[in-house]
């Protein structure tokens, strides 16, 4: 049974990458994953063991039961069920965390089973990018539902690979990695991933600058990566580059708009919401006029939705993650964190499941710190 469980993880984890259903909804990995923590329950009943939830902090779990909380008081209030799909996610990526670090309690086979399923995921979220690009039409999606979904896909998996492979540059799949990840973010023409992506750049040479090893191989893997982005960029006619360049131009209006195009003044002309939290976005006639779609930004959306209360919970489950991390994790945290200040990223499984990959990869550094 353990062997089906580790089978379903890599498949969910391996076609992460490609979206069927509407933003919002349960993907096909989704429905793998849940398979496989539904096995994992039936496993760790069988063994007496805890299926990796007792591995996380106890800040996660708070959190949850705040979300759900909120979730069922609105739902009573509007006598709407919708207000508990926010609940579900958030129980299903607890559940994802703690499958995470169930599968990393295998040491490096764990470590090798979710690399590898990470670089499959990425060879098809490069695939979905390079075959948009064959009739460019602007930003790329590749097979997620929009150019952002792609932008940060790249950025959580291609950190999660840094920190399984304890940043090395000197492994040619995880350079193959990179590049993938790479095509993913270019093809997004994503301003707020490319900001993103310089703390990933900067874990690598925090991480690289104190060895010979690595001090070598990096500016090795460097010159690669951008040899090989250049050249396929080059094959498309330079359609990622022009891309890119119409974004550039268009940053300043991005900038100026930032406050009303991201729905931040919801928080500040509603802000009763922001003690006990409004639950979601759903019955948007509450916040009319600013009630067109969710906040776009996590910690915004999570103050509005679940409260003072829900985003202390969220930030002290980041403080447990990175607690005992180095520099190099704190800089591969930071940056899914910085392009969520923009983007609504809380629902992205791989965004779990990196987080559950730095608090696994941070406790194992601090065992062998104690004498």
């Not at 989704?30 to 039936?42: E, P």
């Not at 990796?52 to 705040?66: A, E, M, R």
Request: charged share 10%.
């Amino acid at each position: 049974m353990l062997n089906i469980v580790k089978i379903l993880y890599f498949i969910s984890i391996s076609t992460s990458s490609i979206y069927l259903f509407q933003s919002g909804l349960p993907q096909p990995a989704d429905f793998v994953m849940s398979s496989a923590i539904l096995f994992g329950f039936f496993y760790a009943l069988i063994h007496r063991g805890d299926m990796g939830l007792g591995s996380i902090p106890n800040s996660l779990f708070f959190l949850s039961i705040w979300v759900a909380l909120v979730g069922i008081v609105w739902a009573i209030v509007f006598s709407s069920g919708l207000f508990l799909m926010e609940p579900i996610f958030w129980v299903y990526n607890v559940l994802v965390s703690s499958m995470t670090l169930f599968i990393l309690r295998d040491g490096k086979n764990g470590q090798g089973l979710i690399s590898q399923a990470i670089i499959i995921a990425l060879t098809l979220s490069a695939l979905g990018a390079t075959l948009a690009l064959r009739d460019p039409m602007g930003r790329n999606a590749g097979f997620f539902n929009n150019p952002n979904q792609l932008a940060y896909f790249s950025i959580c998996a291609t950190a999660c690979l840094m920190v399984l492979n304890d940043f090395r540059m000197s492994a040619t799949k995880i350079i193959v990695g990179y590049v993938l990840g790479g095509v993913g973010l270019m093809s997004s023409a994503s301003l707020g991933a490319m900001a993103a992506a310089t703390s990933l750049v900067l874990a690598l040479i925090v991480a690289n600058a104190r060895s010979f090893v690595g001090f070598v191989s990096l500016p090795l893997g460097v010159v690669v990566i951008i040899f090989a982005l250049v050249n396929f960029d080059n094959y498309f006619d330079s359609a990622i580059t022009n891309t890119l360049e119409s974004r550039i131009e268009r940053a300043a209006t991005k900038v100026d708009d930032l406050y009303t195009e991201r729905n931040y003044q919801r928080i500040f002309y509603f802000p009763e919401y922001n003690f006990l939290g409004a639950g979601s976005a759903l019955h948007e006639e509450r916040f009319f006029p600013h009630g067109r779609h969710e906040i776009h930004s996590s910690f915004g959306a999570l103050l509005f939705n679940y409260g003072i209360i829900g985003l202390l919970l969220f930030m002290a489950y980041l403080f447990s993650v990175v607690r005992r991390a180095n520099i190099a994790m704190l800089l591969t945290a930071s940056a899914p964190l910085i392009y969520s200040l923009t983007h609504m990223g809380l629902r992205f499984t791989m965004f779990w499941v990196l987080l559950a990959i730095i608090l696994h990869k941070s406790r194992a550094l601090s065992a062998l710190d104690k004498p």
